[in-house]
Each structure stands twice: as C-alpha cells, then as structure tokens.
Nanobody
C-alpha cells in the first residue's frame, strides 16, 4: 500500500511557473514508476509525465520542453515543475504510482492557467 498526497496547485498566469509536489507514504525507490496525469473538464484523463525507479523520465508531447518531473528520494517526493503553462494546461492533476502490482492515485490538485 502507498498513500499519495499532492500539493502546490492553484492559479497561475500563462507564461508563469508552478510546482506540484507529491509525497508518498513509503520509499519511492520501492515503486516501479511515479508520475502525473491530468483531467480537464469534459475530457479523458491523460498522461503528463512519469519517472521510473531508475530515474528515467517520459513526457506527453504537449508538455515536452515546458514541464519537468523530478524527485527528492530522501523526502519520498516527486515534483512536477510547470514552466510557461498555457490555458489548455488547466486541469486537475493527479499523482500516481505503480508498485509492480497495482496503481495508486492521489486525491488530485486543481491547476488553473488564466490571466
């Protein structure tokens, strides 16, 4: 079992920056993959970025070059640095983890990109 708690969401202006954090209840090195998905109103949930236990990262084409996923192993925390966000990045962002057996999800944090 692992619990995930997101933080850092809110209102950000287009072209600004925002950092989301996700703290896990156990060592993130025990998890195969962690990452972020998002869901905008009326749309399906989509992958944003992932990071494996070995540190490999993967991004959706829509966020490549703007968003960066990273981790602080000592704090069992994964971050999503959002630079130059666009209005279309507005969504509820969910932290997820896969331990090799099942997926776990956080409660989600709202990100609104608007001037």
């Amino acid at each position: 079992q692992v619990q995930l708690v997101e933080s850092g969401g809110g209102l950000v202006q287009p072209g600004g920056s925002l950092r989301l954090s996700c703290e896990a209840s156990r060592s993130i090195l025990s998890l195969r993959t962690m990452g972020w998905n998002r869901q905008a109103p009326g749309k399906a949930r989509e992958l944003v970025a992932t990071i494996t236990g070995g540190g490999e990262t993967n991004y959706a084409d829509s966020v490549k070059g703007r968003f960066t996923v990273s981790r602080e192993i000592a704090k069992n925390t994964v971050h999503l640095q959002m630079n130059s966000p666009k209005p279309e990045d507005t969504a509820v962002y969910y932290c997820g983890a896969y331990d090799g057996y099942r997926d776990y999800w956080g409660q989600g944090t709202q990100v609104t990109v608007s001037s």
